[in-house]
């Protein structure tokens, strides 16, 4: 099944400066999702066993609390 998606003119240009001259757009889009989603793989479990991840909690509640005080 076929789906049509709209574009504007700069992301149209942006994609065809990635597609290779033999990949179609189809190929392309599902190139770059397959390469997006081993990048995020590779980061599953970066932080395990360190308090990375509390950190970041805090430094975001710290900017939320930061919002509109200015």
Do not use: C
Request: hydrophobic share 35%; no cysteine.
């Amino acid at each position: 099944m076929s789906k049509s998606i709209r574009v504007d003119d700069d992301t149209h240009a942006a994609l065809a400066a990635l597609k290779g001259d033999d990949e179609t757009f189809d190929e392309l889009l599902s190139r770059l999702v397959a390469e997006r989603g081993e990048l995020v793989s590779e980061g599953a479990g970066l932080w395990e066993g360190t308090d990375a991840a509390e950190g970041a909690r805090r430094a975001r509640e710290e900017m939320k609390d930061g919002v509109g005080t200015r």
